[in-house]
C-alpha cells in the first residue's frame, strides 16, 4: 500500500512537521534514521546475491525515497493497536510500507561487513518470528526526539550500519546489518512520516502519575 493513500484516511492519521505528539505509536509510518551515518533504512524489490536471497535491506542518504517508509505493528501473531504508544523493551515488527515483507534477521552471513545479515521477509505484512525486534530506548516509551536501538529479539543482535557500500545495481546505498556489540553505529531515530496520535492509554497513565 503506498504511502500516498494512507494519507486518505485524513481522520486517522496526523502527518509529521508541525505535530507536537511526543510518542511513537502503533499503526505509525516512518522513516528511521541511523543517526552515526546519517542514512535512512530502506528497502526494495532487489534480492541478495548470497546469503538468504531475501529482499535486500539497505541505508540510503535520500530524504525523499519513497522505500524508506516503515509501518510500525505489533510482534509476530499480536495485533498492536492503532495509537498505542511504544514502550521501551516492546517487541514489534517493522513492516516496509510498498513491499508488504518485514525486517527480518536471521543465522545467515552479511555481503559485505560479514556480520549477520538482515533482510525483509514474508508476504503482505505476514512472516515468522524472525521479524520481531525489542525497541531499546531510555524511559517508559519510545520517543520521538530520542534516539533508539532495535535488538533482533531472537538473535539479539543489533540493527546497525557501519558504512560499507554497495555497488552495481545499488550502487551508493549503505550495508545493513546486525552486530552483536553495542556502539554508536546502531542508533536509531524515527524521521519523517505519518504518525497515529496517541491512544487514551497514554493519557489515563498520565493521570494515575499526578494522583
Known amino acids: 500500500m503506498a504511502v500516498v493513500s494512507l494519507l486518505l484516511f ?7 512537521g508541525s505535530s507536537n505528539l511526543a510518542v511513537v ?20 524489490d532487489v534480492r541478495y546475491g548470497s546469503g538468504s536471497g531475501q529482499q535486500s535491506v539497505t541505508g540510503v542518504s535520500s530524504v525523499d525515497d519513497s522505500n524508506s517508509y516503515w509501518r510500525i505493528r505489533g510482534k509476530t501473531a ?3 493497536e492503532r495509537g498505542t504508544p511504544i514502550r521501551c523493551g516492546q517487541p514489534i515488527r517493522l513492516t516496509h510500507v510498498n513491499t508488504g515483507r518485514n525486517l527480518h534477521s536471521h543465522h545467515f552471513t552479511s555481503p559485505l561487513s560479514g556480520n549477520q545479515e538482515v533482510s525483509a521477509f ?4 505476514e512472516g515468522d518470528y524472525l521479524d520481531d525486534w525489542t525497541v531499546l530506548c531510555n524511559g517508559p516509551y519510545w520517543v520521538r526526539d530520542g534516539e533508539v536501538r532495535f535488538k533482533h529479539s531472537s538473535t539479539e543482535v543489533l540493527l546497525s550500519v557501519t558504512g560499507e557500500q554497495y ?5 551508493g546505498q549503505k550495508e545493513v546489518h546486525g552486530m552483536a556489540q553495542p556502539s554508536q553505529n546502531n542508533y536509531w531515530k524515527a524521521m519523517e512520516g505519518i504518525f497515529m496520535k496517541p491512544s487514551e492509554l497514554l493519557k489515563a497513565e498520565g ?5
Open 207 to 211: 493521570h494515575h502519575t499526578e494522583l
Open 25 to 44: 505509536t502503533c499503526g505509525s509510518v516512518v522513516k528511521l534514521l541511523n543517526t552515526r551515518h546519517n542514512v535512512r533504512l530502506h528497502s526494495h
Open 10 to 16: 485524513g481522520g486517522l492519521w496526523s502527518a509529521v
Open 78 to 80: 499480536t495485533v498492536c
Open 167 to 171: 555497488g552495481r545495481p545499488i550502487n
Open 122 to 125: 514474508g508476504e503482505e505484512g
